[in-house]
């Protein structure tokens, strides 16, 4: 088959060798950072009790979906048989190492809930069991940065023509590039600054970092849902 054949007739993809589903990787990889960004000032609040068992089935959920889903894309190279092995590691390892951290941090807060209830100084205790982990975020943020220069570097996360809404922007693929990058960016930079947020009492590192992840959060969960729509459409146009 020709070129010319191939673009009358529209992209066809072999679905059987192209499963995805960072669908909901995004949802739940937006969703988690708002919640860290809640638990931090939940935790900081110290007139109102933490309710760390609700806490802690919040991040066992989310850690779950991510774990699962980030180890299967991670172990499988590539998932997608049909082309972008990149994706193994732009979605999947930062799905799986986030996921991890919040399964440990919901076990965490289920074994520890009494004892941070009645913690005389709660962020303390809190900041210094986060410590010891805190250089695997910042190198995690590092690697979020790395993806983001890639993205845009490389022109990826540009659709196709074929899926819904973000097919209006397939002939200019800096638009997607850019802002799939940005929001890999802000996490990046909030994970550099998570090991000096951990110092005692309120800081600018703080501050930054929550504005961070609160709109990288919010951007991926909308984003994400976004896209059970666009990616369903993608399948119908392309089957």
Known sequence: MDVETAVAQGLKIDWAQMPTYNTIMSVAAGAGLLLVVAFARRVNDTDRPLGAEGWAMAFGVLGTILTLTGLH?????????????????????????????????????????????????????????????????????????????????YELFAAPPEEPISGEFADYP?????????????????????PFALKPGPNAAQKVMAVCWFLAGLAFLLFGAMNFFTHIGLIVNTM
């Open 73 to 153: 894309m991670t172990l499988t190279w590539p998932l997608a048989a049909g082309g972008f092995p990149f994706d193994n590691i732009i979605f999947g390892e930062p799905s799986l190492a986030f996921g991890v951290l919040l399964l440990f941090a919901a076990f965490y807060l289920w074994r520890r809930a009494e004892r941070l209830e009645e913690a005389p100084d709660r962020p303390a205790a809190v900041a210094s069991a986060a410590g010891p982990v805190s250089v695997f975020v910042l190198g995690m943020g590092l690697a979020a940065i790395a993806i983001a220069f890639a993205g845009v570097g």
């Open 174 to 194: 800096l638009i997607e590039a850019i802002f799939i990058s940005g929001l890999y960016a802000l996490v990046g930079v909030g994970g550099v600054l998570f």
